[in-house]
């Protein structure tokens, strides 16, 4: 099969562009034009609000007037969009005698270059700030290019198609190598569809993923074979690579010019060290983002329906690991505690909850593997939800939340045998 266009990119900047027309048409590819470097000269008597701003401030030369013959001198194309057949085919005959490709918006027949559907894609590799940008033409119908391009530039933002680097990095502008970024990714709670666009885009740029253990690692299936996986991962008591390796490790590859993407469980500033990774890269100088992620403070809780504060029963909340003093948190029936890591002390924060002014009967609820395959909620109060949990066999990864708001999940309906409450206001 063949085609009657050769696609390929053209390198305008400082090279006379003329553009034949003065209406929506014209400045958009005039907008287009200069942000490509070109120099414009525009031929219209009349022109649009925009493009008569861009000749007041010196940007296009213009003469205002109908195209003329001559028009086209020293020019490396044309596009002529003057809603006038008679006046797009002179400027198409003429760009044909001087061998100067030409664009006509109104006949497409007429035209020796097509416009493509264009989307650009920002992309940092290497500390080198680029893009990558998709051209979609579909023959003579533009509405099919748009869409097309729509579709791609969507798959790209969300990090479904490839954005690394394939070639070698150029060096900096004084010889040395250039540094790599980090970026610290907040995975959310598990579910690979829970993380940030953002998240994933960085991810599909990466050339270095050091993951956690309760990060979506599942999104490590899309990588591609060359990017090196550093799993870091931590349990209770077993912590195999300790946090100053971790930070170093973001350091020396980073150093190494590599881009480095840090995949966490939930946020990153939410007990997640991110705060001292930072630190670390940027006492090398090295450029570092943060993207946040959905705690599972919040969102395993609301995985079993459990909102961690409702009008009415919970005006505040209170997020600790399971290794904190308790005792400091506000005991009102209106203020929620979420645990996090705290499975293997259960019964001694009970205690501790109790021991500060807490009811023995406080609604308590254990969230094992929210969002993952095996997720369980187990019900109580602070006086037998350890000895419930120990029953139930409940291991970690695990959310504990203590407060009223315990009441408004199924769960509990189904402890007390009625009905879910959903308002106490």
């Known amino acids: 099969m063949t085609s009657e266009t050769y696609p390929l990119g053209l390198r305008l900047a400082g090279r006379l562009v003329v553009v034949v027309g003065g209406g929506p048409v014209a400045l958009r590819r005039v907008r287009g034009l200069l942000d490509a470097g070109a120099r414009v000269r525009l031929v219209a008597p009349g022109l649009v609000a925009g493009l008569d701003e861009l000749v007041r401030t010196g940007a296009v030369e213009h003469r205002a007037r109908a195209y003329a013959p001559g028009d086209l001198d020293g020019a490396w194309l044309a596009h002529t969009a003057t809603g006038d057949p008679e006046a797009d085919t002179a400027v198409a005959a003429d760009a044909e005698a001087a061998r100067v490709f030409c664009v006509t918006a109104g006949d497409a027949r007429l035209a020796t270059a097509w416009v493509p559907a264009v989307a650009r894609t920002?992309?940092?590799?290497?500390?080198?700030?680029?893009?990558?940008?998709?051209?979609?033409?579909?023959?003579?119908?533009?509405r099919r290019a748009q869409r097309v391009r729509d579709a791609v530039a969507a798959a790209l933002e969300s990090g479904d198609l490839p954005l690394r680097r394939v070639r070698p990095r150029e060096h900096a502008p004084d010889g040395d190598p250039r540094v790599g970024r980090v970026a610290l990714v907040g995975g959310g709670p598990g579910d690979p569809g829970l993380v940030t666009t953002r998240g994933r885009r960085l991810l599909a740029q990466a050339d270095v993923v050091v993951v956690d253990r309760l990060a979506p690692r599942a999104l490590l299936d899309d990588l591609a074979d060359d990017v090196e996986v550093v799993d870091?991962?931590?349990?209770?008591?077993?912590?195999?690579?300790?946090?100053?390796?971790?930070?170093?490790?973001?350091?020396?590859?980073?150093?190494?010019?590599?881009?480095?993407?840090?995949?966490?469980?939930g946020d990153p500033y939410v007990f997640g060290r991110g705060g001292e990774e930072l630190e670390a890269c940027r006492a090398h100088g090295i450029e570092v983002e943060v993207v946040p992620g959905v705690t599972s403070a919040v969102s395993v809780p609301a995985a079993v329906g459990i909102p961690v504060t409702h009008r009415g029963v919970a005006r505040g909340f209170t997020v600790l690991t399971g290794h904190d003093d308790v005792g400091q948190v506000p005991a009102g029936p209106d203020h929620t505690l979420v645990l996090l890591m705290g499975v293997t002390r259960l019964a001694a924060t009970a205690a501790a909850l109790v021991s500060a002014g807490r009811a023995p009967s406080t609604p308590a609820a254990v969230v094992e593997d929210g969002y993952g395959p095996r997720q369980r909620v187990t019900v109580g109060t602070l006086a037998d939800i350890a000895g419930r949990a120990a029953t139930a066999g409940v291991r970690a990864p695990a959310v504990t939340v203590v407060g009223d708001v315990v009441t408004l999940s199924p769960a509990w309906a189904a402890h007390s045998g009625r009905d879910v409450a959903v308002s106490r206001s």
């Open 122 to 142: 920002p992309v940092v590799s290497g500390g080198e700030h680029g893009e990558v940008t998709v051209a979609v033409t579909a023959g003579r119908d533009p």
């Open 232 to 265: 870091v991962g931590k349990t209770s008591g077993n912590h195999p690579v300790p946090q100053e390796r971790i930070s170093a490790l973001l350091v020396e590859h980073a150093l190494a010019g590599r881009d480095v993407v840090r995949l966490k469980g």
